[in-house]
């Protein structure tokens, strides 16, 4: 079964707005990773986040762990026609697991 | 090379075919990983490979698929009898993580190999 579901499952919003997407996931973990996947491409990793950690910043990226909730949750500040992708939290089990992803779409 | 590579990057076979998809890995990246995405989900997992040998092979649905990785480097994808079904986005993905898959780092990914059968 899938480890790491998203939510929303589809974002649609107006350019320079914050976008939000969330992750839960079902056992315990030792870190979380989201990754960014443009339309007919591969993944890309934004950023990792330990189990050890609450928050973590990347340019516009804030990540947040919370462990007693077993959720995570994306926030793209300031975001930009060029954030449109698909976003998808990714736990490592051995190998690692994706979620379904959320469909960010930025309206100019 | 500087990323991981996959061909072909697109491949339309009939019913019943034989295919084979390659991944060339980031040089150096002992882990290797296929992964299948189907229209508007995520990557499903199939197999991955720690230098030549399938550390975990679980995710590979039937014994119609097969994964290689003779000298540790570039693996191969390997259908037999494809069905319908099996039409997707086949990627890979490498890593110079060990056995602790994500606790030091995170995989990299080629561009995929869509497949189609028709």
């Known amino acids: 079964s899938q480890q790491g579901e998203e939510d929303p499952q589809a974002l649609s919003i107006q350019e320079g707005e914050n976008a939000t997407m969330n992750c839960s996931y079902k056992?315990?973990?030792?870190?979380l990773q989201w990754y960014r996947q443009n339309s007919g491409r591969g993944l890309v990793h934004l950023i990792l986040?330990?189990?050890?950690?609450r928050e973590k910043h990347s340019g516009r990226l804030r990540v947040t762990l919370d462990t007693s909730k077993k959720s995570s949750s994306l926030l793209i500040t300031a975001s930009r026609a060029a954030d449109t992708a698909s976003y998808f939290c990714?736990?490592?089990?051995?190998?690692?697991?994706f979620g379904q992803g959320t469909r960010l779409t930025i309206n100019p | 090379g500087a990323g991981v590579s996959q061909t072909p990057s697109n491949k339309v076979t009939e019913k019943g075919k034989y295919v084979e998809l390659r991944c060339d890995p980031i040089?150096?990246?002992?882990?290797l990983y296929w992964y299948r995405q189907s229209l508007g989900q995520g990557p499903e997992f199939l197999i991955y490979f720690q230098g030549t040998g399938a550390a975990d092979d679980s995710g590979l649905p039937n014994d119609r698929f097969f994964a290689v990785r003779p000298e540790g480097s570039v693996s191969t994808l390997k259908i037999q009898r494809t069905e319908r079904g099996d039409s997707a986005v086949y990627l890979c993905a490498s890593s110079s993580s060990s056995v602790r898959i994500g606790e030091t780092g995170e995989l990299f990914f080629g561009e995929g190999s869509r497949l189609t059968v028709l």
């Open positions: 990714a736990k490592p089990l051995k190998k690692l697991v």
């Open positions: 056992t315990s973990i030792n870190n």
């Open positions: 040089s150096g990246h002992t882990a």
């Open positions: 986040i330990r189990s050890n950690e």
